[in-house]
């Protein structure tokens, strides 16, 4: 027997509806390296109607992609609900990757337009001849100088389009959005989210328990609409009719933290590196944060650290977790009320722990045999995954098997442990987890305790081979800039030999200027290992 | 192009599995007449799989409709898990309706069991003989001595069960509850609330900008399991792993404060009658509410001095709107970020509004021409909606059509203002509202502020016929114990002549000592207009 509830698709028009209509007259601002720009949900709207009309007219076909490379800003907003609601697909590049990756992933989506940002179009000038079928390159100018060419230009595009466009009903699995990974050891994989997966992950994000986006948010997505849907925050703010604040082109502390002073915000999100950059200004005291409620944090952990240093300055850290292939929300460190009693480094360690599955996400660990592990916060295994906004398969890619269990869960790489509570904590990656003698050591954990140390900035382990043992870790330190050439291997492995057995603690240690980072800003072990694993022993 | 998510059904597993297995030690708290009866998370898990298996034993077949005739309690949540996880739908009957109603539901939904208290069960079994499909009533013992006959007992059809049952994947279209309306004018119309739609229901509810449902909360649901699925709160409290407490079998208000205190309960949600009768003995001191961050209120419109009252106590009613049709919740009356530099009585204003449709709803406005009408706050229109728990049809009924739009909307039959910040404030029923020398008047208006009048406890006012206006307002007033007697016509109609043009002054009034009720709480205006209308002119 079935229901007899209302077949609603759950589409991107829904969220656009209700932001559009509900809140008229909230803002949109962008920020970077030009003058503010600012607007309101009305105008977002009425340009939206004309962006799809125009892309109508220029022959963009259903089913049809689009791709973008850019920053964030207002524009690409626009084209975030232009695109899927006319139901084509709008395919994020990300503006960070190699170029062969980029020609790789151009001709495996079959991008038939490329909407760029006139300060990234040399990049994509000088790869036109690589790809495949894109038609026609159109340039959103960010007041930059480069040359155009016979790009079209965004804003003569839209202005040739009708006053309103009539969206189409869609089927709710319909593709809406395409992003690859950041495939440090591969050519990238694909995920296209389908309407139904981010209006459900709008939800998501929104509900008290996760993010809590709200319309008396100001939301700042300091992470990337062009990876990821910038955690899907442009969704959920929309849907709720948050104030939102893009950083434009420019992601440097200084601005960030201006724009966040200026404009009110109550939502923060990005990647450690950001906030581990904004630290010494926030202690410098040179901003004003006061509407800050919480600052997500995730893309990669965040350290323990960390958060404790922005606890001091009275600025709540939320960890969240979560991947390309989940949309990306997975998981949320929520204050869980067992622990408003306990000792505060207790929950400090929680705060630090990846968090629990949101609503809608569910979450499983597998030992080497494919049987579950004990949730008691000890036992590593690796973290499976399904749910209405994770990807089922890759798209068009023959590599898929290998993520997926045979009954359909997402393999998502990373080794946890599971906590009695729920807690997920990540212990590494499958691939940088250190085998040292039939044993598992985390780098992530030793990672974590360095950077804990006052004179280090950015530390990463990686295992290097051992004849003996397999593998034995080796940590690469960035010192603080003040005690740079003074901290040394003894103080810190004397430091971590507090916490860990042993056999965990560093053979090596290699002291940096800088760590090499991936596309999206984690830390590029791979390139550490070809780089150094060899030279240092 | 389809999007690559997995095909993971929106179903009351998820709900289910979310909560016994992340909140394993939350409690469920159940009060009443006889001793207060708590468990966790972690037993109620087991039990539904040992009550699913038991009714699977008992031949219950997919698509079988299993009925309740019961209270709110911890067994009640049983079975709102077992029955619908198991592919059966679960019936929920109004123990207040009239026996004929009662008849017609049952044997219109064809219930093959029904599990009712043993204190209700002397009206079941009187009916029992009209009952067309009826096999077996299976009653769970409260205590109360009334002969149980040849009923199965629920602990022990529950013990009959084994320990794991093996729920099978469902498609999220299948009815998993349902529910009649309380039909004051003819037969009760029926919805069968889809997996889908409860399962979407519990993140509307728990979004920050709706009521918020969170593990942080204690949630008590005074209103009853046995209508509209207590608003969704058992569902949206078990995902998100919320104490859950519920009032048994006695909704008096002395109870329910008593398990508020006593359980440290934070979000309190029943209709108005609960709290008009709960605001004396809280204005008297008798309970410290201290834990209680939101009070939500819905059913029937909540006045505003009742609002005003409880703010004026610390207490925070958040006004709720929605139906039976719509799983229910429609809007909320969220705080909005504007209002906050408001003047107190423009937020007191707001707060008693029905507030914004949550997302996921959508809501319009049509004058009788169904024309969109102006958001201006001022014009009347009957409001319509639609979304993903929102009925497309009552249940194998041919009076389905009227209630729907062509194009697919659901006719709420409120006449509403919409104000210029998307705020629904309900006007009237269209069915209530008084047609006066062509114009309309709200009669909820006209008792809103009767019921703001220091002498008045409880006011209604009906349309009586008028050969020279067609209809003209009757008031049907209750006035407070202290005032019984001396509360004059002039005093009420000089207090409304402050606010309303003189055409909308009640013609006539009526002071009774009680106002006829429908069985969910509701005035009766039927009864009213029945009883009253005829006498007074």
């Given at each position: 027997m079935l229901g007899t509830t209302m077949d609603f698709p759950l589409t991107l028009q829904h969220v656009f509806e209700r932001g559009t209509q509900l809140f008229p007259n909230r803002e949109i601002v962008t920020g970077g390296l030009g003058p503010r720009h600012r607007y309101t949900y009305r105008e977002m709207g009425q340009r939206v109607h004309r962006l799809a009309s125009a892309f109508q007219r220029l022959g963009l076909q259903p089913g049809e992609r689009v791709a973008t490379f850019g920053w964030n800003h207002y524009r690409h907003l626009e084209m975030y609900f232009a695109i899927p609601m006319q139901g084509a697909v709008l395919h994020t590049l990300n503006i960070r990757l190699f170029h062969d990756q980029?020609?790789?992933?151009?001709?495996?989506?079959?991008?038939?337009?490329?909407?760029?940002?006139?300060?990234?179009?040399?990049?994509?000038?000088?790869?036109?001849?690589?790809?495949?079928?894109?038609?026609?390159?159109?340039?959103?100018?960010?007041?930059?100088?480069?040359?155009?060419?016979?790009?079209?230009?965004?804003?003569?595009?839209?202005?040739?389009?009708?006053?309103?466009?009539?969206?189409?009903?869609?089927?709710?699995?319909?593709?809406?959005?395409?992003?690859?990974?950041?495939?440090?050891?591969?050519?990238?994989?694909?995920?296209?989210?389908s309407h139904r997966a981010l209006t459900l992950h709008s939800f998501g994000a929104s509900l008290a328990d996760s993010l809590g986006v709200s319309q008396r948010d100001t939301v700042l997505a300091v992470v990337p609409m062009f990876h990821a849907n910038a955690w899907g925050l442009p969704y959920a703010s929309t849907l709720v009719g948050a104030?939102?604040?893009?950083?434009?082109?420019?992601?440097?502390?200084?601005?960030?933290?201006?724009?966040?002073?200026?404009?009110?915000?109550?939502?923060?999100?990005?990647?450690?590196?950001?906030?581990?950059?904004?630290?010494?200004?926030?202690?410098?005291?040179?901003?004003?944060?006061?509407?800050?409620?919480?600052?997500?944090?995730?893309?990669?952990?965040?350290?323990?650290?960390?958060?404790?240093?922005?606890?001091?300055?009275?600025?709540?850290?939320?960890?969240?977790?979560?991947?390309?292939?989940?949309?990306?929300?997975?998981?949320?460190?929520?204050?869980?009320?067992?622990?408003?009693?306990?000792?505060?480094?207790?929950?400090?360690?929680?705060?630090?722990?990846?968090?629990?599955?949101?609503?809608?996400?569910?979450?499983?660990?597998?030992?080497?045999?494919?049987?579950?592990?004990?949730?008691?916060?000890?036992?590593?295994?690796?973290?499976?995954?399904?749910?209405?906004?994770?990807?089922?398969?890759?798209?068009n890619d023959d590599r898929s098997a290998a993520s997926f269990t045979s009954d359909g869960w997402f393999r998502t790489g990373d080794i946890v442990v599971m906590h009695p509570n729920g807690f997920i904590e990540i212990a590494d990656r499958t691939k940088d987890v250190i085998k040292s003698g039939g044993e598992w050591i985390s780098s992530v954990a030793l990672e974590n305790a360095l950077m804990a140390h006052p004179k280090v900035q950015e530390a990463a382990v990686i295992g290097v081979p051992d004849e003996r043992w397999s593998e034995r870790p080796m940590a690469c330190v960035v010192p603080r800039p003040e005690f740079k050439g003074t901290v040394t291997e003894e103080e810190l492995s004397t430091f971590l030999a507090q916490q860990f057995a042993k056999w965990w603690l560093p053979e090596h240690y290699l002291f940096l200027v800088e760590l090499p980072k991936t596309s999206v800003g984690k830390f590029d072990k791979k390139a550490m290992r070809a780089q150094y694993a060899q030279v240092s022993i």
């Amino acid at each position: 027997m079935l229901g007899t509830t209302m077949d609603f698709p759950l589409t991107l028009q829904h969220v656009f509806e209700r932001g559009t209509q509900l809140f008229p007259n909230r803002e949109i601002v962008t920020g970077g390296l030009g003058p503010r720009h600012r607007y309101t949900y009305r105008e977002m709207g009425q340009r939206v109607h004309r962006l799809a009309s125009a892309f109508q007219r220029l022959g963009l076909q259903p089913g049809e992609r689009v791709a973008t490379f850019g920053w964030n800003h207002y524009r690409h907003l626009e084209m975030y609900f232009a695109i899927p609601m006319q139901g084509a697909v709008l395919h994020t590049l990300n503006i960070r990757l190699f170029h062969d990756q980029l020609t790789y992933i151009v001709n495996h989506a079959a991008d038939r337009f490329i909407v760029v940002d006139r300060s990234l179009l040399p990049v994509l000038q000088k790869l036109a001849p690589t790809f495949d079928t894109v038609e026609k390159l159109i340039v959103v100018d960010d007041g930059a100088d480069c040359e155009v060419g016979d790009a079209l230009d965004y804003e003569e595009l839209l202005a040739s389009g009708a006053e309103h466009f009539d969206f189409p009903r869609l089927d709710e699995n319909t593709a809406a959005m395409m992003c690859y990974t950041s495939g440090t050891t591969d050519n990238p994989k694909g995920v296209a989210y389908s309407h139904r997966a981010l209006t459900l992950h709008s939800f998501g994000a929104s509900l008290a328990d996760s993010l809590g986006v709200s319309q008396r948010d100001t939301v700042l997505a300091v992470v990337p609409m062009f990876h990821a849907n910038a955690w899907g925050l442009p969704y959920a703010s929309t849907l709720v009719g948050a104030k939102q604040v893009f950083p434009g082109n420019s992601m440097a502390a200084e601005r960030v933290l201006e724009l966040m002073q200026d404009e009110g915000v109550t939502l923060g999100a990005g990647v450690p590196t950001i906030w581990i950059g904004a630290l010494p200004l926030l202690q410098a005291g040179k901003y004003d944060l006061s509407t800050v409620t919480r600052i997500a944090c995730g893309g990669s952990a965040a350290p323990r650290g960390l958060i404790d240093a922005y606890d001091k300055l009275g600025l709540n850290i939320v960890h969240a977790w979560g991947m390309t292939e989940m949309s990306p929300l997975g998981s949320v460190s929520v204050p869980l009320v067992e622990l408003d009693a306990a000792d505060p480094a207790v929950r400090l360690d929680f705060k630090a722990c990846q968090g629990m599955a949101v609503p809608g996400v569910e979450a499983r660990v597998l030992d080497g045999d494919g049987q579950q592990v004990a949730w008691d916060g000890q036992t590593m295994g690796e973290l499976i995954v399904r749910g209405p906004w994770v990807t089922a398969t890759y798209y068009n890619d023959d590599r898929s098997a290998a993520s997926f269990t045979s009954d359909g869960w997402f393999r998502t790489g990373d080794i946890v442990v599971m906590h009695p509570n729920g807690f997920i904590e990540i212990a590494d990656r499958t691939k940088d987890v250190i085998k040292s003698g039939g044993e598992w050591i985390s780098s992530v954990a030793l990672e974590n305790a360095l950077m804990a140390h006052p004179k280090v900035q950015e530390a990463a382990v990686i295992g290097v081979p051992d004849e003996r043992w397999s593998e034995r870790p080796m940590a690469c330190v960035v010192p603080r800039p003040e005690f740079k050439g003074t901290v040394t291997e003894e103080e810190l492995s004397t430091f971590l030999a507090q916490q860990f057995a042993k056999w965990w603690l560093p053979e090596h240690y290699l002291f940096l200027v800088e760590l090499p980072k991936t596309s999206v800003g984690k830390f590029d072990k791979k390139a550490m290992r070809a780089q150094y694993a060899q030279v240092s022993i």
